[in-house]
C-alpha cells in the first residue's frame, strides 16, 4: 500500500460504427477511446493509533455536495466484501452513487480472495475531465479552448450535471476498481507502470488477439485463437503480465458495470476503458449470469473464478482487436456536445422490441450496416497504412454516408431517434464544411454528442468552432427538442486505455 496514495486513470468511449449491432454477438462494433479520462485517487485513511474503523470516504469534489461514506464488512460463508452507504455521514445522503458502490464491493471482494481480508480504511476522490459534462454558461471556444484546465468546478450537485455521452459509468468503474487492486495488492502481485497501467503477476490469458482488419475472417480468427491456447498450455510463450492484468482487470471492471446497471449490457464501454480504441465483439451474457449478489454464500469463490477465467464452462469469448484500430494521420476524430443528451436504456429496449417485431427485417438491415461498418474500419485501416503525403478521403465520406442512410433508415422503421432530425441537420451541415471528412451520431444515438472525422489543421476546428457557435435548433410543431447551441469539445481519439497517473497533478483537489 503506497501512503501517499495512488491515481489511475481510464478513457471515455465513442462507438463510432456498431451501435444497437454491438449487442448481438453476430456483430462487432468499432469504438475508438477518447482522450477526456475519468481519474481516481486513493489514499489512506488516517486514523487515532489503536483506533480500528471499517470506513472509505468517496469524494468527488467537483460537484457540490458529492461526498459518500461507506462501511464494509466480511460477509460469511466466503460471501465477499459488503459495502453500505452511511447515509447520516455523507453529504450526498439522499442519493445512492450504485457505481461506486459497486465497484468498491466488486474490488474489495476480488482482493480478500488474494490477501488478508482485513482492509485498511481509505479515502478515493474522483475526478472527471472537463469534458465529461456540459457547461451551458461558458462560450463554447472558452469551454472547450486547451488553455482550460483540465478540471473544474461545475458548481452543480451530480444529480443536476448534463452528461455528455462519453462514457463516465464504464470509464469511473474500470478506474476505481485499478486503483483500488493497485492500493490494496502488494507489489509482487500487482505493478504500477506510468506507460502501461497494470500488470498483475499471473498467467491468466489476454482476450486481445490482433486482427488485420475490421472484416471478419474466420479462418485466420481460429488459427489465432488456437495457437494462444496452445502456447498457454505448454507453459511456454505465455502472455505478458500486463495483458493478462488488463484481462483480469477487464473482468472484473465488466462484471461491476453489469451489476452496477443491473443488467449486462454488450460491455464495449468498459473494453476501451481498458484497452483504449479497438475492434469489440461481445461476450456472452451466461459469462456472468450465475455470479449472484455481493454477501451471497460463496460469492467471492465465483467472482474469483469469472475475474481469473477458470471455469471451463463460462469462458469469456470476447473478442478485441487492438491492432485493427487507427485513425489515418492528417485526420483526427472531434466531438460535438448538443448539451441534450439521452435515455440509453429506454431507447435499447424499443430497439430490441422492433426486432422482435420484425426479424426477417431488422436482420437483414443489420447485415447491410455491418458490412458498411466493415468498409467504414478496413478504409481507416488503410488510409492510415498509407505513406501518400496527400490522402483522398472520398471513399471514407462515401462510406460513412451510406453508413448514415442505413441509421436513418433504421431510426424511421423502428421509431427510435438514432439519427433524430435535429442530429441529422447538424450532422449534413458540418459534412458540408471544408476538411470535414463526414461524422455520425455514435452509439445508440439520441441527442448525445455527435462525432467528426475532420482533417487535423487549424483552420478546420476554428471554422467548426465560429459554425457551432452559432448553431441553433427548433423543432417548430416538428420532432425533438429545441438545441440553442452546439459546441466542440476538447477531446480526440485516444489509444491507450487504463494508465497510471502522477498524484501531483491533483494537489489542488485532494
Known sequence: MNPS??????????LLAGGYLVLDREYSGLVFGLSARIHVHVKPLPTSSGVTISEIIVRSPQFIDAE???G????????????TQLKDLSTSSLSRNPFVETALGYALSYITTIISPNIEPSVITILADRDYYSQPDQPPQQASAPSQPQFIDFQVPLHEAHKTGLGSSAALVTALCASLLTHYLPNDV???????????ASSSESVVRPKRSFESDKKSDKKARLSLESKASDGSNRQSSTDSGKARLHNLAQAAHCAAQGKVGSGFDVAAAVYGSCIYKRFSPSVLEELGLVGSPGFARRLKNVVEDTNPAKRWDVQIFKSAVSVPRGLRLVMCDVDCGSQTVGM??????????KPAYVNNLWAHLQRRNEEFGSTLTKLARSHYPNQNYETLAYTISAIRSLVREMTAMSGVPVEPPAQALLLSYCSSLTGVVGGVVPGAGGYDAIALLVEDRDDVMRRLHEVLSRWGYDPDGGEGPTIGRARVLGVREEMEGVKAESSHQYSAWL
Do not use: C, H
Request: without cysteine; proline residues 2%.
Open 72 to 83: 464494509y464488512r466480511l460477509a460469511d460463508n466466503n460471501g465477499g466484501i459488503e459495502v
Open 5 to 14: 496514495g495512488t491515481a489511475v486513470s481510464a478513457p471515455g468511449k465513442v
Open 348 to 357: 435499447v429496449k424499443q430497439m430490441l422490441a422492433w426486432r422482435r417485431r
Open 190 to 200: 500487482v505493478t504500477l507502470s506510468m506507460a502501461s497501467a497494470k500488470a498483475f
Open 68 to 70: 459518500w461514506r461507506y
